[in-house]
């Protein structure tokens, strides 16, 4: 080709045909074999050569433009993808349906396939294959389209939007858990939307964040205390929440106390705690976690710290009291309540001179007896003990006297009488879970309130190896004299009080020497003759002075009962009676009045039920309750008549008595008689003499249902009935044991344990219960899970006493059938208490800082397992409770040869000021 276009005609060379490569094809021929071959065809190889150039240059293109239009899509809304072109030809066609046949693969049959082995193990559990779904698993109807072939099986996005369901990744393992925990969630923020008052939903949605940190750590990878963290975390987020519409609600806040405590350090959650305090300086808990944030610190507990910080919430306290910002009696009740606890530190701390020289000048201070001005102290010139001056503050309201009263006794350890959880919440004495350190906390189980025996073997096992120094009970030095202290502390108190006061504490008197015959007929306590004629004189000096109150004579009868003289307690109920020449108990103007003299008669119907003459005291029974209702005096059997007489009259009274708005009642009436209670329970015995225990429960259902409508405020008196309901289906039962009731019982229980978790009386019963035989009642991992939902440290110790009580039953009582040997080192039932134990004493219980569970554990490991294991357990029991003196003392029966370390930490600790005579007893052994 030339570069100027003038010479291009000349010098271009003519296209030539080479003739001589037609020529050279001439070999290819053959002349005795020759092929027709039409010229079209070589044409159209030649065509189709080029066209096949031509669609492998658009095939690229189309790939170049497939990938630019990955990124393209997801911008654009609208499909702009281009359909194919139609087929040219017909040698190859694109495939457009879907077909399975091309993802399968044509198996060998048999006997050509070859055999695998595989073998699985026992101990493995063998898995099914996982199923991988494709994508094909959707039926994805054909478009009907009549303009060919071509556009069969064609989908566009607005089909795959209106009829094909949204994919989810169904192969993960938890994804049924995950939808049902988001709906469980969405549930929670409707009800709590709807309802932001609702303080059970609150705790609720919080305990849900258990369940949704046990999924993560399942099917999520991560740290587990960095999850423990984010879930603490999420539930501090929605208990702020919920403090915004509730801000002054007790069990919210106390449950984001329990929540930090549970998870940040020491240091870290005393400066959070510093903050709240100082922002609301009223707030009790905030104060609670402040102190116990340093009393419960391994590295930070020391007495003098403690104290100042007691002495420091204290006055912050008595300070808002005398500016008047919030109510007096509010502020006075905490004073109180941190009261209590300064006095159980002081207590298990071992500092007896701080804690008797401290309740000493509280009673003198508050409750002190009136004297002559000749004898009269002068106020100004009375001096208080440096060491207790700035923890003594006046109590001014007149209400708080008697819980003031309460509050010194129980320190003293004189348990409560009867203990019930209504009771305990009223005085303030139900949230610290470390105040169980003794024994004597349980003694209320050998009170007897109703016709039944709930006396237990293990429980007077175990009331002579856990008593801590100083005690009445177990004989040591000391034990007469501080016995004979408390009972006089008791007889000045009474003197010093008056009114319903002076009766409240008069029968709690009587009936803790009620509880110490009951303990020294059974072989528990030991008292010299001397002490016993001591205190059958003051009692008789007593109802000599209260002539007319026909309480203490009731208590009185009660305290001849126990010490067997059972025709005694009734003569001295039925002379009570002639007081009041039968006048009708509804007719009676007085309120007082009335609950007394119908409280004689409940006691005189539940004596009889209690005699070994049955029949004969069955019907005396029955005629108490027709002359409480009609007012009759009855000899011999009642007729069918006058039973319906007083039927109607019961059944009269007591709805009277639930249309009437039931008063508010005050802690000082939970030890004295209660009319509307006391003639439900009349009206319940009735039906249960004439009808049977079944109309007997049906009226007390009714009944507590009408009070849950009606007056949802009743705790106490719901408390009682329910008492009443157990102890009526408890005793059918051990009077009818085939009758089937024990699930009907199982199940009361159940929902008063719910209700009232502090009512010894209900836990003394589901303990008994497991006593009668292992296969009656319910199954220990029932009771384990009522008892552990409860929150509170007493049922926790009661499910270890049943635990124990078990195990004791089946190595004294079972034998194994091959051997002929009995259970005595069974070691499923130690590992069950192990792991009973391991679990009461873990970070998100309650009890991991209850001083008498640490020592039940470590007693169980001292006679089950080796000493290392005890070893280890005792310095976690001393981490979580490092100012529990008895810890320490327990040290010299558990690792005695790390004796020297252990004084290290007393003196660390300065917990030992002195030492009782106990203590010296095992010193010298």
């Given at each position: ?45 030649n065509?189709?050569?080029v066209q ?21 899509k ?5 499909d702009t993808?281009?359909t ?11 495939d457009?349906t879907?077909?399975?046949?091309y ?18 193990s ?20 054909k ?16 089909d ?22 988001t ?22 949605y ?12 399942t099917?999520?990878?991560?740290s ?8 603490a ?12 519409h ?11 106390l ?10 870290e ?54 500016s ?7 502020l ?13 530190f002081l ?17 003198e ?11 009269c ?19 001014t ?11 010194i ?37 050998f009170l ?8 237990n ?17 177990k ?6 004299h ?5 009972l ?7 003197d ?13 008197w ?21 002490l ?75 004596l ?16 108490f ?21 007083t ?15 039931f ?8 030890f004295?008689p ?15 003499l ?26 106490w ?6 008492e ?9 039962c ?26 010894i ?10 006593t ?25 110790l009661?499910l ?14 079972w ?5 002929g ?26 009890t ?33 409770c ?13 690792i ?13 600790k ?16």
């Amino acid at each position: 080709m030339s570069l100027f276009p003038a010479y291009a005609t000349e010098n271009e060379p003519k296209e030539t045909v080479n003739e001589n490569s037609k020529n050279d094809e001439a070999w290819l021929s053959l002349s005795s074999f020759t092929i027709d071959v039409e010229p079209s065809i070589a044409g159209r190889c030649n065509t189709l050569s080029v066209q096949s150039g031509a669609s492998s240059s658009k095939y690229n293109q189309k790939l170049d433009s497939k990938r630019r239009k990955r990124k393209e899509k997801r911008q654009h809304k609208e499909d702009t993808s281009k359909t194919p072109p139609a087929n040219i030809w017909d040698d190859f066609q694109i495939d457009k349906t879907r077909i399975k046949q091309y993802l399968s693969v044509d198996t060998i049959s048999r006997p050509s396939v070859p055999k695998y082995r595989r073998t699985f193990s026992i101990f493995k559990k063998r898995r099914s294959p996982r199923k991988f779904k494709r994508y094909y698993r959707l039926n994805l109807e054909k478009t009907d389209d009549k303009s060919g072939s071509d556009n069969e099986g064609k989908l566009v996005k607005k089909d795959l939007s209106n009829k094909v369901p949204k994919v989810e990744n169904e192969n993960f393992t938890g994804f049924k858990q995950e939808e049902d925990m988001t709906q469980t969630t969405a549930f929670y923020n409707r009800s709590l939307a709807d309802d932001p008052n609702n303080v059970d939903m609150w705790l609720k949605y919080i305990r849900f964040q258990d369940m949704v940190y046990q999924f993560e750590k399942t099917y999520r990878k991560g740290s587990i205390a960095k999850g423990q963290r984010v879930t603490a975390e999420r539930k501090l987020a929605i208990l702020d929440k919920g403090l915004t519409h509730l801000p002054y609600n007790e069990r919210l806040l106390r449950e984001r106390l329990n929540i930090c405590v549970s998870v940040y350090p020491a240091d870290e959650l005393h400066e959070q705690l510093n903050k709240l305090v100082d922002k609301e300086q009223g707030n009790i808990i905030y104060w609670q976690g402040l102190i116990e944030s340093r009393q419960c610190s391994m590295s930070h507990c020391n007495t003098p710290t403690v104290i100042n910080l007691y002495v420091k919430c204290l006055s912050t306290l008595h300070q808002l009291r005398r500016s008047a910002k919030l109510e007096k009696v509010i502020l006075e009740e905490n004073i109180l309540r941190m009261l209590y606890q300064c006095g159980l530190f002081l207590k298990q701390s071992g500092l007896f001179e701080l804690l008797w020289t401290l309740l000493r000048l509280y009673l003198e201070l508050n409750i002190s007896q009136d004297r002559s001005d000749g004898e009269c102290e002068d106020p100004q010139r009375l001096v208080f003990p440096e060491d207790v001056a700035e923890l003594i503050h006046p109590i001014t309201m007149p209400g708080n006297t008697f819980k003031l009263t309460a509050t010194i006794l129980t320190l003293l350890k004189i348990p409560l009488l009867p203990c019930r959880h209504s009771t305990m919440k009223n005085l303030g004495l139900d949230y610290v879970p470390w105040a169980l350190d003794s024994i004597e906390t349980v003694l209320p189980i050998f009170l007897n309130l109703y016709p039944i025996d709930l006396t237990n073997k293990l429980f007077i096992n175990y009331s002579q190896k856990l008593t801590v120094g100083p005690q009445y009970l177990k004989p040591l030095p000391g034990q007469e004299h501080f016995l004979i202290f408390i009972l006089q502390i008791i007889k000045n108190c009474v003197d010093s009080l008056t009114g319903y006061e002076k009766t409240a504490v008069s029968v709690w008197w009587l009936r803790f020497q009620r509880i110490l015959y009951v303990l020294e007929s059974q072989g528990l306590v030991k008292m010299p003759n001397s002490l016993k004629k001591q205190m059958k004189s003051e009692i008789k000096t007593l109802l000599k002075k209260e002539a007319n109150n026909v309480v203490l004579y009731k208590e009185y009868a009660l305290l001849e009962q126990d010490l067997g003289n059972i025709e005694s307690a009734i003569n001295i109920l039925t002379t009570t009676l002639t007081m009041y020449n039968d006048t009708l108990v509804d007719t009676m103007q007085e309120l007082d009045t009335k609950a007394a003299v119908c409280s004689v008669y409940r006691t005189l119907v539940e004596l009889h039920l209690n005699s070994p003459l049955k029949i004969y005291n069955k019907q005396q029974a029955l005629n108490f309750l027709i002359k409480l209702s009609l007012g009759k005096t009855i000899t011999g059997e009642s007729t069918e008549d006058l039973l319906n007489e007083t039927a109607l009259k019961f059944k009269h009274i007591t709805l009277l008595l639930l249309q009437k708005e039931f008063q508010p009642i005050t802690t000082v009436q939970h030890f004295l008689p209660h009319f509307a209670s006391d003639w439900i329970i009349c009206n319940a015995w009735f039906l249960y003499l004439t009808k049977g225990v079944i109309d007997c429960g049906a009226f007390i259902e009714n009944t507590l249902s009408e009070m849950d409508e009606k007056y949802p405020e009743t705790v106490w008196e719901k408390e009682v009935l329910y008492e009443f309901y157990v102890a009526v289906l408890f005793k059918n039962c051990l009077e009818n044991s085939g009758a089937g009731l024990f699930k009907i019982l199982d199940d009361v229980l159940k929902r008063s344990i719910e209700q009232y978790p502090n009512n010894i009386f209900l836990l003394s019963v589901l303990a008994k219960e497991h006593t009668i035989n292992c296969c009656l009642g319910q199954s220990f991992w029932k009771v384990k899970n009522i008892l552990m939902k409860t929150g509170h440290a007493l049922p926790n110790l009661f499910l270890v006493l049943i635990a124990n009580q078990k195990v004791s039953d089946i190595q004294e009582n079972w034998i194994d059938t091959f051997t002929g040997e009995r259970f005595t080192e069974y070691v499923g039932l130690k590992n069950r208490m192990l792991s009973l134990f391991r679990t009461l004493t873990s970070a998100n219980m309650c009890t991991r800082r209850c001083g008498l569970i640490w020592r039940l554990y470590l007693q169980f490991l001292h006679e089950s397992f080796d000493p290392t294991l005890c070893r280890n357990v005792y310095y976690c029991a001393v981490e979580e409770c490092p100012w529990l003196k008895a810890l320490y003392i327990d040290a010299a029966i558990y690792i005695p040869a790390e004796l020297p370390q252990i004084q290290d930490l007393l003196i660390e600790k300065q917990l030992r000021l002195h030492v009782t005579p106990e203590e010296l007893n095992i010193m010298r052994n």
